[in-house]
């Protein structure tokens, strides 16, 4: 299995196949609107604008799960992302990315690129300490730990990299460079 065997709703709710990404660069991230994250999606978009003629794609998941920090409906979130960022990458409909009722793309991701720790990061030990004192539960395995997890993939499908949410977009400059 890989990741052009996934399927997922666009933001308008048309379902599309992964495939049709097949030989490009992407980053998969989840997302929010209301999260100290958010402005991530700014450096993002740059990262797409600078690259994407070079093969690089975007496809950003809104999730609530976090905090309760997304906007309630779709069109909300694709309106904000635009707006406010300028955002033309993909967005997808709101999904679930960790539990039971994770999207089955994000259960592929986290164990294709398990979870490395926060603490050796910049911010990361204050992300740790928040999970710690209020999600204990969300450090015990390799789910996603708050919005903006990155997964990076090759032009063939495979996971390369997993970059933690206080790991900013252009800390993945380097590798999505080696990749195109």
């Not at 666009?10 to 994250?37: D, H, M, P, W, Y």
């Not at 994407?52 to 909300?76: A, M, R, S």
């Not at 164990?111 to 050796?120: H, I, N, Q, R």
Request: net charge negative; aromatic share 12%; proline share 5%.
């Amino acid at each position: 299995m890989g990741i052009y065997d996934f399927s997922a709703k666009r933001i308008n709710g048309q379902e599309v196949s992964l495939e049709q990404f097949k030989g490009e660069v992407l980053i998969v991230v989840n997302t929010a609107s209301k999260c100290g994250f958010t402005p991530q999606y700014e450096d993002l978009q740059k990262l797409y604008d600078r690259y994407k003629d070079k093969g690089l794609n975007i496809i950003g998941f809104p999730c609530n799960q976090f905090g309760e920090q997304e906007l309630d409906q779709n069109h909300e979130v694709e309106a904000f992302c635009q707006l406010n960022y300028g955002v033309t990458f993909p967005l997808f409909s709101q999904v679930d990315v960790r539990g039971r009722n994770a999207h089955p793309l994000f259960h592929y991701l986290t164990d294709e690129a398990p979870f490395t720790g926060l603490v050796d990061k910049p911010g990361g030990k204050m992300l740790h300490a928040k999970l710690q004192a209020e999600h204990p539960e969300f450090l015990i395995d390799d789910s996603i730990k708050w919005n903006f997890t990155k997964f990076l993939i090759d032009r063939e499908g495979n996971v390369v990299k997993r970059f933690e949410p206080v790991e900013a977009p252009f800390d993945m400059e380097t590798d999505v460079e080696n990749l195109l």
